[in-house]
């Protein structure tokens, strides 16, 4: 057995004795859904690093610095902004209204079942598509790694979702993070200083990478955006950080409000050191020691495995098989984890809030049958996204996670900064606010140039972006404000 398989098979053996130790101790829908609430803030810090710097953070980004230089910033410093805001805005009232899910925060102040049905679809919408931009990592990574086909590898890593969230649940999820972070930002840590030795020095990195690179990294442009583009995109990242089921969910995990802005702090501290380092060191090394090098690309000149793999390709050049297999299963093991957390979003929203709403007596609990739905949904929900990763498989995977934030900056950010501040949001202009935000970022998708012209062939697009979050967020609130205008001016008439 190669060094690299050993490596990757024993991390993935670790996290399926985390589930078995998780499964043991999982009893009743508030482990399943909320791991008991009893996660400390340092626990819940390290769990939420572990869920934001996820596969679009570790490859995509990599990814994109390798072809636009300093452009890539906009995924690094953008979420830092919303995880500020999250910290300022949303963490004490999320945790003083929510008990398992997002649903439960809505329900709060619009006490009404269309919002729990809104909420559970647009948690499955936004969570599917995440799922998706990280199963396609998942799967380019582990069939380098093993040499096995894409499509079997997907297959594998859906097995293995199932496995962490259909028999230990959020608590499973939780500590799967936690020791996937940590291992994260030990591997991160551990590609800088090697970058920087084999360099001999920042200054030197900078300088090979600039020379590989065929121009100066500090100048903008190279993704080829329009400012409106460039624009949009750091609000998706920034807006999406609020709006974000499986991140919102992470706060419902600890005890009380002091904890869960405490949590708050220590994930930004650690995400800043991963994504700095990422940004001024992991980035410049990609282009210095992976670029133009022939055992990294193929026949025709393209990266082996495609543009997600310029990271695996860097630790190799770096550490041989050793650092290459550490690398690859610390990747593999932040997407599982990821995956999880967002499977768990999906199927927690499912059995707590669609089964609440078809209950005949919502005010009756039936734990056995909520599990029961949680499960199923878990399975339905990940081998829906395999299939669409399949169609998606040659995507860059930070583009297909700025999709996702983008959506959930004009679906879930809206309704729930209007429904925590703005006492008179009615049910039916969080209803109509959130629909014109999801319908509106999801038709302007198709309008635009990935859709339009890559996928259906068409010459030119109608939308000129994929990015339409300032237009899409406005919509969600101008029409929430509106609807609920007219419907309170109606309630006041009738009354």
């Known amino acids: 057995m190669s060094t690299p398989i050993a490596v990757f098979l024993s991390l993935v053996s670790l996290t399926l004795v985390i589930t078995y130790w998780a499964a043991r101790r999982s009893v009743g829908r508030s482990s399943f859904y909320t791991a008991g609430g009893n996660i400390s803030a340092v626990q819940n810090g390290l769990a939420v690093t572990g869920d934001f710097v996820s596969a679009a953070a570790i490859l995509g980004s990599v990814a994109l610095f390798f072809y636009a230089g300093v452009d890539a910033a906009i995924f690094y410093i953008s979420p830092l902004v919303g995880l500020s805001l999250l910290l300022i805005f949303v963490a004490k009232p999320l945790r003083e209204l929510g008990q398992y899910t997002i649903g439960d925060v809505l329900a709060a102040n619009l006490d009404h079942s269309s919002v729990r049905v809104f909420s559970a679809f647009s948690t499955i919408i936004l969570s599917e598509l995440y799922v998706v931009a990280q199963l396609v990592g998942a799967g380019s990574l582990f069939s380098v790694v093993f040499d096995i086909n894409y499509e079997l590898a997907v297959a594998v890593v859906v097995a293995l979702i199932v496995i962490y969230v259909v028999f230990g649940g959020m608590l499973a999820t939780t500590w799967v993070q936690i020791v996937k972070a940590g291992l994260l930002i030990i591997g991160v840590l551990l590609l800088s200083v090697l970058s920087i030795a084999k360099a001999g020095g920042v200054t030197e990195l900078f300088v090979m990478a600039e020379a590989a690179y065929?121009?100066?990294?500090?100048?903008?442009?190279?993704?080829?955006?329009?400012?409106?583009?460039?624009?949009?995109?750091?609000?998706?990242?920034?807006?999406?950080?609020?709006?974000?089921?499986?991140?919102?969910?992470?706060?419902?995990?600890?005890?009380?409000?002091?904890?869960?802005?405490?949590?708050?702090?220590?994930?930004?501290?650690?995400?800043?050191?991963?994504?700095?380092?990422?940004?001024?060191?992991?980035?410049?090394?990609?282009?210095?020691?992976?670029?133009?090098?022939?055992?990294?690309?193929?026949?025709?000149?393209?990266?082996?495995?495609?543009?997600?793999?310029?990271l695996l390709h860097l630790s190799q050049s770096l550490g041989g098989d050793l650092l290459f297999g550490v690398i690859a299963a610390v990747t593999f093991s932040t997407i599982l984890a990821v995956v999880a957390g967002l499977t768990v979003a999906m199927s927690s929203s499912a059995a707590r809030d669609v089964y609440f709403v078809l209950k005949a007596n919502p005010a009756d609990e039936d734990e056995r049958m909520e599990l029961i739905i949680f499960r199923v949904t878990a399975v339905v929900t990940i081998v829906v996204a395999a299939i669409l990763s399949l169609a998606l498989k040659n995507e860059n995977i930070a583009y297909l996670t700025a999709l996702a934030f983008g959506i959930a900056a004009a679906t879930n950010f809206p309704i729930l900064i209007l429904a925590i501040y703005w006492k008179n949001l009615t049910v039916k202009g969080a209803i109509f606010g959130g629909v014109a935000g999801l319908f509106s970022s999801l038709f302007l998708l198709i309008l635009g140039p990935t859709v339009w012209v890559q996928l259906l062939g068409n010459s030119s697009p109608i939308f000129p972006s994929d990015y339409s979050t300032l237009i899409s967020v406005p919509i969600a609130f101008i029409v929430a404000y509106i609807v609920s205008k007219l419907d309170g001016d109606l309630s006041v008439k009738n009354s």
């Open 214 to 310: 065929g121009s100066s990294l500090n100048e903008f442009g190279g993704a080829g955006m329009s400012i409106f583009s460039s624009v949009s995109l750091a609000s998706a990242l920034v807006f999406g950080m609020l709006g974000m089921p499986h991140l919102l969910i992470r706060f419902l995990t600890v005890p009380d409000v002091e904890a869960a802005n405490r949590s708050v702090v220590i994930s930004a501290l650690l995400i800043s050191i991963v994504l700095g380092l990422l940004l001024v060191v992991v980035g410049p090394a990609g282009l210095a020691f992976v670029k133009g090098q022939a055992a990294f690309q193929t026949s025709s000149g393209d990266i082996l495995g495609g543009s997600n793999m310029i």
